[in-house]
């Protein structure tokens, strides 16, 4: 039986919703940093499963998108072997680091979105190029978080929005159960299968969590079927190595503004949005400023952008209880650690599995977010901007090489404040 610390038993004090001069810069955690001894206590199997579940994630879909665009981009093995080492080492480092302090489920990653928009930029700019933007961006992050304004601009912009946003954006992992089952019903159905079945019955589920079992359940059915295979050969450990970054303006004018917008907006507006649905206080403007130094780490190892990420998190607060989610987030920053030091052999792991394993797994860990994305977005006020906003986002409308995501929010919120003018009024 877990019995609530003096420190967890306070309500979180990260403050109300930020106003303009409300609250200092560097939002306080309001409970004292988490301990070795204060971790162990609070860990459990749904807790280390979210985890896991969170970093299986991370080190599939995404790592085979940053592998396809690096290598249609022309990157040698190396400097494809060191953006995932980076990428690895800065959101286990952040998120490590922010969980323990803040004692919640604080995860990062690297930006999706940032990284298929470099896919046509790879075709006509040098690597140093896009390098040089990757810390021009870095700088970009670190500033906008520093002066404060990137608070009281998400405070502006009503949940349901935001939530339309995350929804649009989640939607995609709920058509995926579909779509694997149909494509591979040997690895894919047992999956499902076993995710009802657990969910169904909670005496099964109180000893193995629903998505833990899915998880083993679809690594017997790949076993089974015989299509795990992996290349041999190839390096085992990391070997980071550092690109000169050269500053053109080419470059600067095609990609600093939408790498930046994509990681305050999109991502980190993703990212708190699930936790603040999943009752945490998130520090929006340390998310900012973090996600700006890690960037600049992943800069000089030729990564993309850090940031906060939506799936992640909703992830890591998938199930238990409130103030032991942050322990979920510390297994997740720890294997993305050893990730990151094991890098090529995982990348080589993650790929020998077939791509229905990926997409069910990660669809079947969403749906209790995708779920609670569309009831936070469309339960209460704000309905019709957060449908414009929800329309906008899926239609992939890409302007100004910025995402559809940013689009949505923006376009959306426009529309809520000409037409919904009542709700903003009461809110």
Same mark, same amino acid.
């Given at each position: 039986m877990h019995h609530p610390s003096k420190a967890e038993s306070k309500t979180n004090k990260a403050g109300?919703?930020?106003?303009?001069? #409300?609250?200092p810069l560097f939002e306080r955690p309001g409970v004292g940093p988490a301990g070795v001894r204060d971790f162990l206590r609070?860990?459990?199997?749904?807790? @280390?499963?979210?985890?896991?579940? #969170?970093?299986?994630?991370?080190?599939?879909?995404?790592? @085979?998108? !940053?592998l396809t665009v690096g290598s249609l981009g022309g990157l040698t093995q190396a400097q494809l072997a060191s953006w995932v080492f980076a990428i690895f080492l800065s959101a286990g480092a952040a998120t490590l680091l922010m969980s323990m302090i803040y004692r919640q489920p604080l995860g990062f990653a690297w930006s999706i979105p940032g990284t298929v928009l470099l896919g046509p930029s790879l075709q006509h700019l040098s690597f140093p190029e896009v390098v040089g933007a990757f810390f021009s961006a870095g700088v970009l992050i670190l500033a906008l978080g520093a002066t404060g304004v990137v608070r009281p601009i998400m405070a502006t912009i009503p949940l349901p929005i935001v939530m339309a946003m995350v929804a649009a954006v989640f939607l995609r992992f709920g058509t995926d159960i579909v779509s694997s089952t149909r494509a591979d019903p040997a690895v894919a159905a047992p999956m499902v299968v076993a995710f009802l079945v657990l969910t169904a019955v909670p005496?099964? %589920?109180?000893?193995?969590?629903?998505?833990? %079992? !899915?998880? @083993?359940? #679809?690594v017997i059915a790949v076993v089974l079927s015989g299509r795990f295979i992996v290349e041999e050969g190839g390096p085992v450990l990391a070997t980071p190595m550092f690109t000169a970054p050269e500053f053109t303006w080419a470059a600067q004018l095609e990609l600093v503004i939408p790498l930046a917008l994509t990681v305050l907006v999109v991502q980190n507006g993703q990212g708190a949005a699930v936790l603040r649905a999943a009752g945490h206080r998130p520090p929006v403007n340390v998310f900012a400023m973090c996600s700006g130094v890690f960037s600049l780490l992943n800069a000089a190892l030729g990564g993309v952008s850090a940031c906060v990420t939506g799936p992640t998190n909703a992830l890591l607060t998938a199930s238990g209880q409130k103030q032991?989610?942050?322990?979920?987030?510390?297994?997740? #920053?720890?294997?993305s650690l050893v990730c990151a030091l094991l890098a090529p052999t995982l990348t080589r792991f993650m790929l020998a599995t077939p791509e229905a394993f990926v997409l069910a797994l990660g669809g079947i860990a969403m749906l209790r977010a995708l779920q609670q994305a569309f009831v936070t977005a469309f339960a209460t006020n704000f309905t019709l901007g957060a449908l414009v906003t929800f329309v906008v986002t899926i239609s992939g409308l890409n302007l100004f090489n910025i995402h559809a995501a940013f689009w949505g929010v923006v376009i959306g919120y426009a529309v809520s404040r000409l037409l919904e003018r009542q709700d903003h009024a009461t809110a």
């Open positions: 109300p919703d930020p106003v303009p001069g #409300g609250q609070d860990i459990g199997l749904h807790y @280390a499963s979210n985890g896991v579940v #969170g970093l299986a994630f991370s080190a599939s879909g995404p790592i @085979a998108v !940053t005496a099964l %589920g109180k000893y193995l969590p629903p998505v833990l %079992g !899915t998880l @083993a359940v #679809g032991r989610h942050y322990t979920a987030g510390v297994v997740y #920053g720890l294997l």
